[in-house]
Each structure stands twice: as C-alpha cells, then as structure tokens.
C-alpha cells in the first residue's frame, strides 16, 4: 500500500530533514513511527499525503508514485489527522467539518450522509454536530479532526501525536476506533511519543533519528533490542518496566502479554 524508498528531504535553506528512508507498509498494518524530536517523523507522514514533496527518492501509494498525484487524489487514499486540530478546522459546525471531506470527494449522498454519522457518533460528537469547532476544548477539536478524516472512508489512515492532549477515557475511544478500522483491513500509521499507545495498538515499529531509519520490526522484537531506551528518547511501556523489575527476560508491551507470561509462569512454577 505505501512504499517509500531512498527519501530524502531538505528544507529550502539547505537543512536535511530525511536522508535516505525506506519502508514499506503492506495494507491492513499497523505501524508505529517513534523517535526522538527532530528525527523526521512529521516530515516523513506528511509525504505520504503530498504536503511535502521529495528532495530525491520516490514514494508509491497504492502503486502509483506519490509525487505525480495531486494532493486531491492522494486524499481518496491516505487520510492525515494533524497533531494541532486548529491546522485543519475551518468550517462554522462540526458537522459541516466532518461533512466537507465526503462531499469534496464527491461520495454519493447516501453515503455521505451515512458516513458523517458514523464519524461522529464513534468519536463521541453527535450532540456537538451544532457547534462551532472553535468553540469546543481542546480534546473535542481533536476528535472533530479525526472524524473529518473517519469520514473520508480512506484505506490509509496516517495520525500524526494522536493522543497529545487527549485524557484517558479519549485515548479509549481512539483505541478502539483503530481496532474496528484495524477488522476492516484498513492500514493505520501513526506517529507517536507514546508508547503505551504504541505497544498496546501496534503490531510494528519503526524507530526514525537524525532522519533515517534506525529499526524497523515487531514491537516485542523492539523492546528487546533496544536496550539503550535514552538513546532515542523513549521511556519503556509500563508493562516493560514492571517484567524487568519482575526479573523476566522475555520482553512485555500490553497487559495482555504481560497476563500471558505471569499465567504461564504460574503454571510452571505450580
């Protein structure tokens, strides 16, 4: 579905950005993109929707290269949450926000309409389809972005930091938002400083600094080579921390993981 090869980015006073990245994300992944500040990640998710255009290399979403396709067509491919809600707003409602997306796409009435609501209704915004976006909290201008982009009906959702400002309940529903896009196939990207998020709705990551690929694998392989977390900035899952104080040497991310290993360690030892 997404494949970028040899990326490189410079900004237009000289300063590199990406020097050299290659991946490939197959449709129906979930991948993670971490790293330190700096690293690329934002510049790198912002390729792949055509709001940045490649110093040298090539991207290919869905088989055609990314760099002869307008911004408009890419859209009818990859759906783009930005970190700050405010770079996306514009309408006067939340239900025109959400609504504009389809209809740009020209979708059918029917299922314009169909899709607005179920945007809506899983993102927790029905009662404020009247409201004007700039008039709600942080948190709900948040989710007016992503139901914007939910109601799109892309194949390919990229979310870029999509659980800063959020409080735990919120980051709840986004996980589960993901999972029921994750049962339709759909192929999610994020790029995230979260790891808990990381490890509990991702089944691969991908370690960007100083604008190249550093790792790129499962999540349980992750956590077990990355020995040296400082290295790029990350602060070990919860789960992790909690294994390796337990003195386990296999690596845990998720709570389930985590109730798997004890379970069979109860088992052994009994």
């Known amino acids: ?70 911004i408009a067509e890419l859209a009818r491919v990859v759906g783009f949450v930005f970190q700050n809600p405010d770079d996306q707003l514009h309408a006067s409602t939340v239900a025109k926000e959400v609504a504009f997306g389809p209809r740009n796409l020209r979708f059918p009435a029917e299922r314009a309409t169909a899709l607005v609501t179920w945007a ?42 999509p659980t800063t400002g959020q409080d735990r309940r919120a980051v709840r529903r986004l996980e589960g938002i993901l999972g029921g896009l994750a049962e339709q196939g759909r192929t999610i990207v994020a790029v995230t400083h979260d790891m808990e998020f990381c490890a509990e709705n991702f089944d691969r990551v991908v370690v960007l600094a100083d604008g190249r ?29 909690l294994g390796q104080a337990l003195g386990w040497k296999e690596p845990v991310a998720t709570v389930d993981r985590f109730l798997a290993v004890l379970e069979s360690r109860a088992g052994l030892a009994g």
């Open 1 to 70: 579905m997404l494949r970028v090869d040899s990326l490189i980015h410079r900004y237009p006073n000289g300063t590199p950005a990406l020097d050299g990245v290659s991946l490939a994300v197959e449709a129906g992944e979930r991948v993670a993109i971490v790293g330190p500040n700096g690293a690329g990640k934002t510049t790198l998710a912002r390729h792949l929707i055509g709001l940045l255009r490649p110093t040298s290399g090539t991207i290919e979403v869905d088989g055609e290269n990314a760099d002869r396709l307008a």
């Open 120 to 161: 809506l209704e899983v993102t927790g915004l029905t009662e404020r389809a009247g409201s004007h976006p700039h008039h709600l909290s942080p948190d709900e201008r948040k989710r007016v972005a992503l139901a914007s982009v939910l109601a799109m009906d892309t194949p390919v959702l990229v979310l870029d930091e």
């Open 213 to 241: 690929v550093r790792w790129d694998g499962p999540v349980e392989r992750w956590l077990e080579d990355a020995a040296d977390m400082a290295e790029y900035a990350f602060e070990q899952p919860q789960m992790t921390r």
